[in-house]
């Protein structure tokens, strides 16, 4: 069972954003820009790029950039199991910001007057 149709989902964000850009076309340059100047890096290559977007897009939860980085990871050759221990990764790294700001609420408490 599908959750929702990716596909018509990703053309449809295509088609809001062009419309935003006609509205703010500075910005979506500026966008295009930062975008264009991550993918040139020179160290990894285009699937590891994809692979790491993907990991921080289910960590910043974002639907369009999930959509249009798993085809854009499968384009450059990621296979299912590569795109799902790279999510294992987004996985222990929000367990592990769980974590951290459980030791921030413990300090917080720590730090309040005695009663």
Same mark, same amino acid.
């Given at each position: 069972?599908?959750?929702?149709?990716?596909?018509?989902?990703?053309? $449809? *964000?295509?088609?809001?954003?062009?419309?935003?850009?006609? #509205?703010? !076309?500075? /910005?979506?340059?500026?966008? +295009? $820009? *930062?975008?264009?100047?991550?993918?040139?890096?020179?160290? #990894?290559? !285009?699937? /590891?790029?994809?692979?790491? +977007?993907?990991?921080?897009?289910?960590?910043?939860?974002?639907?369009?950039?999930?959509?249009?980085?798993?085809?854009?990871?499968?384009?450059?050759?990621?296979?299912?199991?590569?795109?799902?221990?790279?999510?294992?990764?987004?996985?222990?790294?929000?367990?592990?910001?769980?974590?951290?700001?459980?030791?921030?609420?413990?300090?917080?408490?720590?730090?309040?007057?005695?009663?």
């Amino acid at each position: 069972m599908e959750m929702q149709n990716w596909n018509t989902y990703r053309d $449809a *964000l295509m088609e809001r954003i062009g419309d935003f850009g006609s #509205l703010n !076309p500075e /910005v979506i340059k500026g966008f +295009a $820009a *930062l975008d264009g100047a991550a993918a040139k890096g020179r160290h #990894l290559d !285009p699937k /590891v790029h994809e692979l790491i +977007a993907l990991a921080v897009a289910v960590t910043t939860r974002c639907d369009g950039c999930i959509s249009v980085h798993t085809q854009k990871a499968v384009e450059h050759g990621a296979t299912r199991e590569e795109i799902a221990e790279a999510l294992g990764v987004a996985i222990a790294l929000n367990a592990g910001a769980a974590l951290v700001y459980s030791a921030r609420v413990l300090d917080t408490h720590a730090q309040l007057p005695k009663l």
